[in-house]
């Protein structure tokens, strides 16, 4: 059976939620209507929860584009495309990027396409370097930066031969 929930118990759960990680509005608003509150409803809690500061989608913003960049080794590209899908505004966003370590997000990138580039069984270099620009399209990286880290890469492999 369902549990029912009350507008208010709905609202102790997502403070509750939003307590434990920073959460941004469009998750808790799907949330709230996953657990099929009143669209009304959900969105007075949204904004009280946003009033309270329990919901700070800069806040969100800045934490998510930090942690996908330093835990997932993930690009700017990536990482924007994710937040625009989470409702975020686009000025947020780049507020959001701009809070990313420069050099330790440069570092993460070339220890993924290094990573890549040594778990990969062909050692054909065109299907190589096809491989790594995919990998690094698919992870949000900045294409010129990618390409730089991809020839060091193919270089060195070609020098150990």
């Known amino acids: ?93 780049d507020e959001a990027l701009e809070s990313i370590d420069t050099a330790r997000y440069d570092d993460g990138m070339r220890q993924a396409i290094l990573a890549k580039a040594r778990s990969m069984a062909s050692r054909e270099p065109m299907k190589a370097r096809a491989a790594l620009y995919r990998f690094a399209a698919a992870r949000g990286y900045d294409f010129d930066k990618a390409k730089v880290i991809i020839n060091q890469c193919l270089k060195c492999d070609d020098e150990m031969e």
């Open 1 to 93: 059976m369902k549990k029912q929930r009350t507008p208010e118990s709905a609202y102790i759960e997502a403070a509750s939620l939003c307590v434990r990680g920073e959460q941004c509005s469009r998750d808790i608003l799907n949330r709230l209507l996953k657990w099929e509150i009143d669209r009304d409803d959900a969105l007075a809690i949204v904004a009280t929860l946003e009033k309270e500061r329990f919901i700070d989608n800069r806040r969100f913003a800045g934490a998510y584009a930090r942690d996908k960049a330093h835990f997932q080794a993930w690009g700017k590209g990536k990482i924007r495309y994710q937040l625009r899908m989470k409702g975020i505004e686009p000025q947020i966003i």
